[in-house]
């Protein structure tokens, strides 16, 4: 139990004792929260809410599997940019690593994670659920509506380090060619 604990705590470095609670009885462990609690306080796994991003421990990630067909493993990311008029806008990119398809671009002026999950929702219906989701530790894909919706549709989301872009190179590097070869090559008026 304490083992699990901990391996639950080392890749997901955000998560409280209520957070690995809910894996572990997604998981089929039927411990009580105060147990789960007291077995997170002696193995020192408490949240520390000013330390610097630097200094968080994350586990390697040299188990990933590479992507072996269409929807396998998705890898999703925001961009973010400005009307010719100064308003903010965010797009939500998603592209297949197999494939190199790209299922969604959405553009909105702000994004929470409700409406995360209801983007993907819509696209899942016509190109269908990927097994594995590639994210990184942005408040919308933390967020309790998106580990819902990965848990209830048998998603898995593959969080990356805090401040390695490289574990999710896929999505950077469309990003990168994304806002090159259009946003700063015009100028939008609207959305």
Same mark, same amino acid.
């Given at each position: 139990?304490?083992?699990?604990?901990?391996?639950?705590?080392?890749?997901?470095?955000?998560?409280?004792?209520?957070?690995?609670?809910?894996?572990?009885?997604?998981?089929?462990?039927?411990?009580?929260?105060?147990?789960?609690?007291?077995?997170?306080?002696?193995?020192?796994?408490?949240?520390?809410?000013?330390?610097?991003?630097?200094? =968080?421990?994350?586990?390697?990630?040299?188990?990933?599997?590479?992507?072996?067909?269409?929807?396998?493993?998705?890898?999703?990311?925001?961009?973010?940019?400005?009307?010719?008029?100064?308003?903010?806008?965010?797009?939500?990119?998603? =592209?297949?690593?197999?494939?190199?398809?790209?299922?969604?671009?959405?553009?909105?002026?702000?994004?929470?994670?409700?409406?995360?999950?209801?983007?993907?929702?819509?696209?899942?219906?016509?190109?269908?659920?990927?097994?594995?989701?590639?994210?990184?530790?942005?408040?919308?894909? =933390?967020?309790?509506?998106?580990?819902?919706?990965?848990?209830?549709?048998?998603?898995?989301?593959?969080?990356?380090?805090?401040?390695?872009?490289?574990?999710?190179?896929?999505?950077?590097?469309?990003?990168?060619?994304?806002?090159?070869?259009?946003?700063?090559?015009?100028?939008?008026?609207?959305?």
């Amino acid at each position: 139990m304490a083992k699990r604990i901990r391996e639950i705590c080392e890749t997901r470095v955000r998560y409280g004792y209520r957070r690995v609670h809910v894996l572990l009885d997604r998981e089929g462990w039927s411990i009580n929260i105060k147990k789960v609690y007291r077995i997170y306080r002696e193995l020192g796994m408490q949240l520390r809410h000013k330390t610097p991003k630097r200094r =968080v421990k994350a586990k390697l990630r040299d188990d990933r599997a590479v992507a072996v067909g269409p929807n396998d493993v998705w890898a999703m990311d925001f961009v973010h940019d400005q009307l010719a008029t100064g308003k903010k806008l965010r797009v939500l990119t998603v =592209v297949d690593t197999f494939s190199r398809y790209v299922p969604v671009l959405d553009v909105r002026y702000s994004y929470r994670g409700e409406d995360v999950v209801a983007t993907l929702d819509r696209v899942c219906r016509t190109v269908g659920y990927p097994k594995t989701i590639r994210v990184d530790q942005g408040s919308e894909f =933390v967020s309790r509506d998106m580990d819902l919706w990965a848990y209830q549709r048998g998603v898995v989301l593959d969080f990356s380090r805090p401040g390695k872009p490289t574990d999710n190179a896929f999505i950077e590097a469309f990003n990168g060619r994304f806002r090159a070869e259009c946003l700063n090559q015009h100028w939008f008026l609207t959305l």
